[in-house]
């Protein structure tokens, strides 16, 4: 065991929840807020569930396959749905295998439970809402509601719900990009006609190609931070900047939400652009391969192995075609109508 990198020592207690608090602020004082947020969420459920059978923690040898069992059923029974449950399983298992690596515990009490992804929804929308949102006339739209276009909080609000539509937009031509990737975009990271960046969430490297309707949103939204679009600003302090980040991807779908009413309904939000580009990308016919290359998958490992020997440049092109034909057609059904 490495005592140096462990976030509890033996001395000071054998027992769970007090571990996966430890682990939390270890993970916070390393800057992944986002991972020691989904652990403390996690780990509060699970207290939750302890104090209903009359326990503040337990040790780590009392964690049994028949308890995190019950735990899952427990969890049902409060309405709790089965991702969020698997989500918080993942978590706890994760803070648990932490400690086995640090001697302080044997065994996997999470055997007997599901910490897969269970089918939702599809979040996607179609060729034509991307387009329809592309023109939407957002400053109309709120002025026929009998708002006056004018006054500062007005402004704010159709400058917000800009930006928020330019970043979607920005989302989907580059192959669908996460808000947390997009986010934490940097200027150096534009190399000629190529943004290329890591997956934060994967760490696999991810070249896509500039295309028009991007440069066309950078101009619109030139920042003086190092940061390439105007999403967060701090770049000392990582609580700070994640603080930042949250705040900006709740505002954000907030945004969505009201841009979504707008259009009739459309249910909208900052993981749609990321969907919806690869259903349509599958019916401007990319293979299934390049459209999982394209997004970073890596959770396939059969498919992994074939996507080794695809260029970038092979998904750039398609990338650009598509959205070629996506726009220009549309434009010119615009003109002719």
């Known amino acids: 065991m490495d005592k140096k990198n462990s976030s509890i020592q033996p001395t000071q207690g054998c027992k769970y929840l007090a571990y996966a608090t430890a682990e939390a602020s270890h993970l916070k004082d390393m800057g992944r807020f986002g991972v ?23 040790a780590f040898k009392k964690m049994t396959p028949c308890l995190m ?25 994760a803070i648990w295998n932490k400690a086995v690596r640090e001697g302080l515990a044997t065994g996997n009490p999470f055997v007997g439970t599901y910490r897969g992804v269970a089918k939702t929804q599809k979040r996607a929308i179609d060729a034509d809402s991307i387009f329809r949102l592309c023109s939407l006339d957002i400053e109309s739209v ?3 509601k009998g708002r006056k276009p004018v006054g500062k909080k007005l402004r ?24 947390v990737d997009m986010a934490f975009l940097r200027k150096s990271d534009i190399k000629g006609s190529t943004i290329a960046y890591v997956r934060r969430k994967t760490g696999q490297r991810i070249e896509v190609s500039v295309e028009p309707l991007m440069i066309d949103i950078l101009d619109r939204h030139h920042t003086t931070t190092p940061y390439l679009l105007p999403i967060i600003t701090e770049q000392q302090d990582n609580q700070l900047m994640y603080r930042q980040y949250q705040n900006a991807i709740h505002l954000y779908n907030k945004s969505l939400t009201e841009l979504g009413n707008m259009l009739g309904g459309l249910k909208l939000t900052s993981y749609v652009s990321r969907h919806s580009w690869a259903t349509i990308a599958r019916r401007n016919d990319l293979p299934v391969s390049v459209i999982s290359q394209a997004l970073g998958h890596d959770s396939i490992h059969t498919t992994e192995i074939y996507l080794k020997s695809l260029d970038s440049n092979v998904i750039n092109q398609a990338n650009h075609a598509m959205l070629e034909r996506l726009f220009k057609d549309r434009k010119r059904k615009k003109r002719t109508v």
């Open 156 to 179: 704010q609000h159709i400058d917000r719900l800009l930006l928020s539509r330019d970043l979607f937009l920005f989302s989907f031509c580059s192959r669908g990009i996460t808000f």
């Open 69 to 93: 069992t019950d735990f899952e059923g427990w969890m049902k029974s409060q309405g709790i749905c089965r991702n969020t449950s698997s989500c918080y399983l993942r978590s706890l298992s």
């Open 36 to 58: 020691a947020i989904n652990h403390v969420s996690a780990y509060r459920r699970f207290a939750d569930y302890l104090k209903s059978i009359g326990k503040n923690d337990i």
């Open 142 to 144: 709120l002025t026929e």
